[in-house]
């Protein structure tokens, strides 16, 4: 038995690797891996649809959100954000400041996407923790917002650093209603969200949601049919969306996984009962780092992630004789990004408590010996 505290790709539900395992030569009597399908064929079309509708009942999503299945990650979409927005205009029908986006940048995400859409717009970067190695999210108030943005951009977890938004701006009134724009790759599906307040929300599924390969977006239908005429036909959200996410042959595997982890999910209780379980997760690790003074959370008490738990050691040159012991008890891949050292426990829905008790144990004990 083995915990995997991977960042991602990142563990997935026993559960459904076992039934992939069943289904893999033969899916349901059709004589065929879901690998070898076509697309288009009724097999594959059951799956793509029976995923499309678990995924909106999950999340309840308004029936005016196109649901499309992409490819490219969360990085991609840094650059066909831009290109399929930078071009809008304002729904009173005036202009808006031809080709501005406004971004918040709250760790290492963010930036990502700020560097990668100033190739594609004019970027104003409305607020930013930079400055404090982003240990908490810019409180609203502070925020510099231009008057007529296209859109402005939130990473609403920094799968890094370590910070989650648990709230969601309104930006309407200071921006002449831009949609928000929300890159959640790393906690979709781990807390409730109300889509309505979300223009666009997009993320890799390959941490909350099933394997890489896959590139979920969700889109308000006003928001199709605005890109830029440079933007590549397979990122352009209104052609894949005309298309049924069909417009090229989509990652059908990654699909297939990721339909049964919405089934999963609906088995466990939808995502209301997720986060009622990865709040009670995230209390019972941040609650023991902060009560050691052997380790330590950086960030701010209200800005902290439920999913992603960066934590450091007193001594630094203790951390391999650490990860060498967690490895001893299978607890995997608990070591920090190398951008900011130290380790990071990765507790997505599918990590149970019994996992998080397992490090905690761990934490205390190595603390004992070393301490
Ligand atoms: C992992 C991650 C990405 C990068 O995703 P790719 O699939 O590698 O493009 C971007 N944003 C966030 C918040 C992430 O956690």
């Not at 960042?7 to 289904?23: F, H, M, N, T």
């Not at 690998?35 to 005016?64: T, Y």
């Not at 982890?261 to 009622?276: D, I, N, S």
Request: charged residues 20%.
């Amino acid at each position: 038995m083995v915990y995997n505290f991977s960042p991602g790709p990142a563990a997935l539900p026993r559960e459904v690797l076992q039934q992939a395992a069943e289904e893999m030569l033969d899916w349901h009597g059709s004589g065929m891996s879901v690998m070898e399908m076509s697309h288009r064929g009724k097999e594959f079309m059951s799956i793509l649809e029976a995923a499309l509708q678990d995924l909106r009942d999950l999340l309840n999503i308004p029936s005016n959100y196109k649901v499309l299945f992409l490819q490219g990650g969360a990085i991609a979409e840094n650059a066909i954000v831009p290109m399929n927005l930078a071009g809008l205009r304002s729904p009173s029908g005036q202009p808006r400041q031809p080709g501005v986006a406004d971004y918040i940048e709250t760790g290492s995400w963010s930036t990502k996407s700020i560097k990668e859409a100033s190739r594609y717009c004019r970027v104003n970067v409305a607020a930013s923790s930079a400055a404090e190695k982003f240990a908490r999210i810019p409180a609203r108030a502070d925020w510099k917002l231009s008057k007529d943005a296209a859109y402005v951009h939130l990473c609403t977890n920094e799968t890094i650093d370590g910070a989650e938004y648990h709230f969601t701006p309104d930006v309407a009134a200071d921006t002449n209603n831009a949609p928000l724009v929300a890159d959640m790759s790393s906690h979709i599906l781990s807390r409730e969200i109300d889509i309505s307040r979300y223009g666009v929300i997009y993320g890799g599924a390959q941490k909350n949601i099933g394997p890489a390969g896959v590139t979920l977006l969700i889109v308000r239908e006003d928001l199709l049919g605005h890109a830029l005429p440079s933007c590549p036909s397979a990122f352009n959200w209104k052609i894949v969306a005309d298309n049924d996410s069909m417009y090229n042959t989509p990652p059908t595997y990654a699909i297939y996984i990721a339909g049964l982890v919405f089934q999963w999910l609906k088995r466990q209780g939808g995502v209301a009962a997720m986060e009622a379980r990865n709040i009670a997760k995230a209390e019972l690790l941040y609650g023991y780092l902060d009560s050691s003074a052997f380790y330590s959370n950086r960030i701010a008490a209200d800005c902290r992630s439920r999913m992603n738990v960066p934590f450091y050691l007193r001594d630094d040159t203790l951390n391999e004789t650490f990860l060498a012991g967690a490895k001893e008890r299978g607890l995997l891949q608990l070591k920090g990004h190398k951008s900011v050292g130290g380790m990071r426990a990765s507790i997505y829905n599918a990590m149970p408590i019994e996992g998080v008790q397992a490090l905690v144990d761990y934490l205390k004990e190595f603390e004992k010996k070393q301490g």
